[in-house]
Nanobody, 114 residues
Framework: QVQLVESGGGLVQPGGSLTLSCAVS????????HQWFRQAPGKQREWVAT???????VYLDSVKGRFTISRDNAKKMVFLQMNSLKPEDTAVYFC????????WGQGTQVTVSS
């Protein structure tokens, strides 16, 4: 059973930066493709980024060039570096694994506001 714990969210002004972290336990971390999702108030959860076990990355168009997903296999951690944040990035951010899609953490709140 995979357990995921997100952290690093907070309140930031437009144009600011945050780095989210996801600690993953259980399962075979090194063999997983890891993902970040987000859910804004009143909206459905949407996919944001994926990093494969081969470290290839794919991004939602609206975050491309601003967000960077990375992984540390030794520490079993996944990160999301977010730069040039916009108010529309406000959401609860969740990490997830493609291979165990039914497991979710509690999420971490990101609020972009002046």
């Amino acid at each position: 059973q995979v357990q995921l714990v997100e952290s690093g969210g907070g309140l930031v002004q437009p144009g600011g930066s945050l780095t989210l972290s996801c600690a993953v336990s259980g399962g075979a971390f090194i063999n997983y493709n890891h993902q970040w999702f987000r859910q804004a108030p009143g909206k459905q959860r949407e996919w944001v980024a994926t990093i494969t076990k081969g470290r290839n990355t794919v991004y939602l168009d609206s975050v491309k060039g601003r967000f960077t997903i990375s992984r540390d296999n030794a520490k079993k951690m996944v990160f999301l570096q977010m730069n040039s944040l916009k108010p529309e990035d406000t959401a609860v951010y969740f990490c997830n694994t493609l291979e165990e899609p039914n497991f979710w953490g509690q999420g971490t709140q990101v609020t972009v506001s002046s």
